[in-house]
T-cell receptor
Framework: DQQVKQNSPSLSVQEGRISILNCDYT??????FLWYKKYPAEGPTFLIS?????DKNEDGRFTVFLNKSAKHLSLHIVPSQPGDSAVYFC?????????????FGKGITLSVRP | DAGVTQSPTHLIKTRGQQVTLRCSPK?????VSWYQQALGQGPQFIFQ???????QRGNFPDRFSGHQFPNYSSELNVNALLLGDSALYLC????????????FGQGTRLTVV
């Protein structure tokens, strides 16, 4: 039973355009969400997070949107750059922060074409 | 400021053997969590240590055990290795109280033959 789902395994976008990566969850106890980027042979790198008391959080080119009623969140990257090409993981926790068990999706491979 | 460091980076073991993986958390962090990432999957939570005690545990057998030391570093031990234990093992550090970020190390690639 996968509680965090990233249904699109891959996404390809043109450099300079917007990348939108989607994530759905089923567990209503989840109240904190994180996005990570992972390059081959490296550990996941933290990108941005959002608490369930918010519906949007921005950090530079990265914005995360949360729709609690739909149990859906998305990561927007604007503008996309070739260096953004990586696997992106959505993760969720149920204790209001990053200090408890994180449940991950399977990841989305983003390719940004020059 | 050193981030999360893990050792070794790669390891090859034989079925039935035991392995110990090590993790030093980011400076200022007091909590260490371990994850297993199989090929093509997201990381799966193994367990979490805080104040030298296991605080949460995922759906992993007792062959997986751990330890946290007074300096917050941690070890993951796996006994009676199976071929299916081959994976990338990731360590994440965070603050137990009010932590809003969890930082990962580069991982240890374990291959069981």
């Amino acid at each position: 039973d996968q509680q965090v789902k990233q249904n699109s395994p891959s996404l390809s976008v043109q450099e300079g355009r917007i990348s939108i990566l989607n994530c759905d969850y089923t567990n209503s106890m989840f109240d904190y969400f994180l996005w990570y980027k992972k390059y081959p042979a490296e550990g996941p790198t933290f990108l941005i997070s959002i608490s369930s008391i918010k519906d949007k959080n921005e950090d530079g080119r990265f914005t995360v949107f949360l729709n609690k009623s739909a149990k859906h969140l998305s990561l927007h990257i604007v503008p996309s750059q070739p260096g953004d090409s990586a696997v992106y993981f959505c993760a969720a926790s149920a204790l209001g922060g990053a200090n408890s068990k994180l449940t991950f999706g399977k990841g989305i491979t983003l390719s940004v074409r020059p | 400021d050193a981030g999360v460091t893990q050792s070794p980076t790669h390891l090859i073991k034989t079925r039935g053997q035991q392995v110990t993986l090590r993790c030093s958390p980011k400076s200022g962090h007091d909590t260490v969590s371990w994850y297993q990432q199989a090929l093509g999957q997201g990381p799966q939570f193994i367990f979490q240590y805080y104040e030298e005690e296991e605080r949460q545990r995922g759906n992993f057998p007792d062959r997986f055990s751990g330890h946290q030391f007074p300096n917050y570093s941690s070890e993951l031990n796996v006994n009676a290795l199976l071929l299916g234990d081959s994976a990338l093992y990731l360590c994440a550090s965070s603050l137990y109280t009010g932590g809003t970020e969890a930082f990962f190390g580069q991982g240890t690639r374990l291959t069981v033959v």
